[in-house]
T-cell receptor, first 113, second 111 residues
């Protein structure tokens, strides 16, 4: 089955800095890669996703890049703010459909003012 | 649209008991997936239901089971509870081929 590795497990940055979280996956058939943000005591919230026919996707301060050859994808957050502090999870989904997600272990991002 | 709802939100059981958790998906969503979240193992896929059929199952023992009703609501059941079953159980609903939306979860504590 699919295996997703996520690094780093914790990341501390100063407000305004950029943050990068990296994930690798094992199954070359995986074709959908979402990122979720989970604040303490709350449900995971989808923040951005990318499908395998696209190399990069951007939404304001957040971007995701995908390298299918190397089987890795990354989350980039620019101009970080204290409210970005949370645990971020990457995931991969293998056909058919996108309803079975294999998650990375998560990255705790701490943005200091 | 109302989001995904789960009941109960908190549950305390003792070893050997069984428990049933409920999930109501977003209106129109026919796929419901269940995940177990623990500090050590992270988020792990349990199973997925679509149109009352289990389409996929994760690597969990047979004590974990589920079902889906004709209105897409889903339940999961854990029999013969063990201490290691203490976790946050999350369900997520989706339209086929689209992103999953998570419910708030049920926090299960096994004593």
């Amino acid at each position: 089955g699919e295996n997703v590795e996520q690094h780093p497990s914790t990341l501390s940055v100063q407000e305004g800095d950029s943050a990068v979280i990296k994930c690798t996956y094992s199954d070359s058939a995986s074709n959908y890669f979402p990122w979720y943000k989970q604040e303490l005591g709350k449900r995971p919230q989808l923040i951005i996703d990318i499908r395998s026919n696209v190399g990069e996707k951007k939404d304001q301060r957040i971007a995701v890049t995908l390298n299918k050859t190397a089987k890795h994808f990354s989350l980039h957050i620019t101009e970080t703010q204290p409210e970005d502090s949370a645990v971020y999870f990457c995931a991969a989904s293998t056909p058919p459909g996108y309803s079975t997600l294999t998650f990375g272990k998560g990255t705790m991002l701490l943005v200091s003012p | 649209k109302a989001g995904v709802t789960q009941t109960p939100r908190y549950l305390i059981k003792t070893r050997g008991q069984q428990v049933t958790l409920s999930c109501s998906p977003i209106s129109g969503h026919r796929s419901v997936s269940w995940y177990q979240q623990t500090p050590g193992q992270g988020l792990q896929f349990l199973f997925e239901y679509f149109s009352e059929t289990q389409r996929n199952k994760g690597n969990f023992p047979g004590r974990f089971s589920g079902r889906q009703f004709s209105n897409s609501r889903s339940e999961m059941n854990v029999s013969t509870l063990e201490l290691g079953d203490s976790a946050l159980y999350l369900c997520a609903s989706s339209l086929i081929g689209n992103e999953q939306f998570f419910g708030p979860g049920t926090r299960l504590t096994v004593l």
